[in-house]
C-alpha cells in the first residue's frame, strides 16, 4: 500500500504541473510582441485579424484586433466566424479520406464511377487526381468567368456542376502535372454525396465536426443562412476607406468552411494527437504528391507540406472576397498557428510566419533563410 501512495503522490504532483503550465498566461514580453504584430488593426474603426496559437493540447492565447462588423461596431473575439475560402479543402480532402477509411470507395477509383453525369474525356481522372490537383481539369472559376458571371454574384454547387458538366477537354493528361483547380474540390464534395448520401456538409459535422466539439463550425452552403457571430469583410480603396466586400457562395468543396479560432484550435491538434480518424489518415492526407510518377510537389490532399524555421509544416491559406487565412501546424513540435481576417489587404500568410517565428527556435540554414526572405518579398 505505502509503495503504491509512493508511485501516485508523484504522478498526482506532475499531473497538477502540467494542468498549471497550460492554464499560465504567456508573459508580457510574448503578448506585447504579438499586439505589435497586429497594433494597425486594433483600431475600432477598421476590419482586423483573429489569431491563435495552440501548443499540445491547449489554446495557449488567442485575441481579436479591429471589428467583425463596421456598420454595427461589432469587435472581433476568438469566437467571430469566419469564412476559410480554401483553408476549406483539408476538410473535404479528410472527409474523403474517412469515406475509404470506412471502405467505400478507393482513391485510385475513377470519379464516373461516382459521378455519372461527368463527361467522358477519354482519360481515367482518379479520386486522388482531384485531391492533390493532379487531374488537369479547368479551374471553375476561371470558367464561370468566361460565361460571364462574377465572383460577387450568386453562386450555387448546382450553377459550378453544370459548368463542370460541359468540359471537352483537359488541361492536361491525368496525373502527368499539376495545377491548382478549385473544380477538383467541388467535385469531391459531390463524391461525398454519392458515397455517402449526405451533403458534404451533414457528413462533415457527423464525422469531424461534432467528434471534435467544433460546435460552431459548418460548411456554409446556403448564402441567405443567418450565421450568429459571423464577421463580414472588406476591402480598402483608400486610406482609411472601408467598402463592404459581396460574398454570395452556396458552394462547398474547394471553400466555405464557416468557423473561428476556438474550433480551428481543436483540428489543429488532430494532426498531432488523432481523436478523428487516426495517424493513417493524417499520413495520407499531408502526404506530398508525385507528378508523373517522379516529380514531387509539396502539395498534398487540400494541405501543403513544406518546411520553415528548420521544421516540418503543415499549411494552407486562402481568400474570398475580403476574407484572408492561413493556418500552419508543426506536428513534430505539437504547436500550430491561426491568422484569419475580414480585410482584403491583410497578408495572413505573412503574419502567421510572424506570429510562429515569436515561438519558434530558427535552425535553418543560411540558405534557407536567404530564400524565405526572397519568398517573403514576392508575396
Known sequence: MRACIQFILPLISLCTTLQNAR????????????????????????????IGVVRNDSLI?????????????????????????????????????????????????????????????????????LMNHTSGIRDQWELLAIAGTRLDDVITQDHIIKVLARQKALNFKPGTD???????????????????????????????????????????DDYTEIVPNRSYSYFMPKKDQFVNAALNYSNVGATSLFTNIDDMSKWIMNFYGPAVGDQKEIQELTEPVLVNGSKVRNYAKGIVADSIFGQLRYQHGGGDAGYQTFISVFPRLRTGFIVFSNLGS??????????????????????DKSSRRDSARAI
Request: with cysteine.
Open 61 to 129: 492565447f488567442s485575441k481579436g484586433y479591429g471589428m467583425a462588423n463596421l456598420e454595427y461596431g461589432v469587435p472581433i473575439t476568438p469566437q467571430t466566424i469566419f469564412h476559410m475560402a480554401s483553408v476549406s479543402k483539408q476538410f473535404t480532402a479528410y472527409s474523403v479520406l474517412l469515406l475509404e477509411r470506412q471502405g467505400r470507395l478507393s482513391l485510385d477509383d475513377d470519379i464516373r464511377k461516382y459521378l455519372n453525369w461527368f463527361p467522358d474525356l477519354k482519360e481515367k481522372i482518379t479520386v486522388r487526381n
Open 178 to 220: 499539376w495545377s491548382y483547380s478549385n473544380s477538383n474540390f467541388t467535385l469531391l464534395a459531390e463524391i461525398v454525396r454519392s458515397v455517402s448520401g449526405q451533403t458534404l456538409r451533414e457528413f462533415a459535422d457527423s464525422a469531424i465536426f461534432r467528434p471534435l466539439s467544433m460546435k460552431n463550425t459548418h460548411f456554409h
Open 346 to 367: 491583410v497578408n495572413a500568410q505573412r503574419k502567421n510566419e510572424q506570429l510562429a517565428a515569436l515561438f519558434i527556435k530558427d535552425s535553418s540554414s543560411k540558405k
Open 23 to 50: 492554464s499560465q498566461p504567456l508573459p508580457p514580453s510574448i503578448t506585447n510582441r504579438i499586439d505589435s504584430l497586429f497594433s494597425q488593426w486594433e483600431r475600432s474603426s477598421t476590419p482586423g485579424c483573429a
